[in-house]
């Protein structure tokens, strides 16, 4: 089984509300504990960033799921590569909410203030999880 690590966006769809974000992150977490898969899910109220780690064949089939889920859209993959150890292990799904996307944040990682991780390359995206992986308590 193949270690790999996944990252994409997307963009949430009109409907999708606190409530919605409280159900993805339980079926997440529900899903990946059984698939050994770990992650991050930040937000705002337009993006989603997510990174899936864990075997090659269940980071794709949980994507290929991720895919098909009405709740967003214009998904794109940002990053990925087989990794030789987790960098999110201690997390099913962590959740990033936008309180931690502060305007510093973004700046360090990306042009602009603003969350938009269209604006970002892969690397930016891994290295602006494992800065706020830090400031995140284990699940
Ligand atoms: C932004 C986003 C992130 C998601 N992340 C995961 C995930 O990490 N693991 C997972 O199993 N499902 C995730 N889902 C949910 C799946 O798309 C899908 O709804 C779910 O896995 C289906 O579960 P069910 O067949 O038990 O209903 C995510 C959905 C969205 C919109």
Redesign the pocket.
């Known amino acids: 089984m193949v270690l790999t690590r996944l990252i994409y966006i997307?963009t949430l769809s009109p409907t999708?509300d606190t409530h919605t974000l409280d159900d993805?992150l339980a079926?997440?977490r529900?899903?990946?504990q059984q698939?050994h898969?770990t992650?991050l899910?930040s937000?705002n109220n337009k993006y989603?960033l997510?990174c899936?780690e864990g075997s090659r064949e269940a980071v794709n089939s949980?994507y290929n799921?991720?895919l098909?889920?009405e709740?967003?859209d214009n998904v794109q993959i940002l990053y990925f590569q087989e990794i030789h150890t987790r960098a999110f292990g201690d997390w099913s799904?962590g959740d990033i909410p936008e309180s931690y996307l502060t305007a510093l944040i973004n700046l360090q990682f990306s042009s602009t203030p603003d969350f938009n991780p269209y604006e970002m390359s892969g690397e930016s995206a891994f290295q602006m999880l494992l800065e706020l992986k830090q400031r995140l308590p284990s699940e």
Do not use: A, E, V
């Open positions: 997307s999708c993805i079926i997440s529900k899903h990946n698939n898969l992650g899910l937000h989603f997510q899936l949980t799921r991720i098909d889920d709740r967003h799904m």
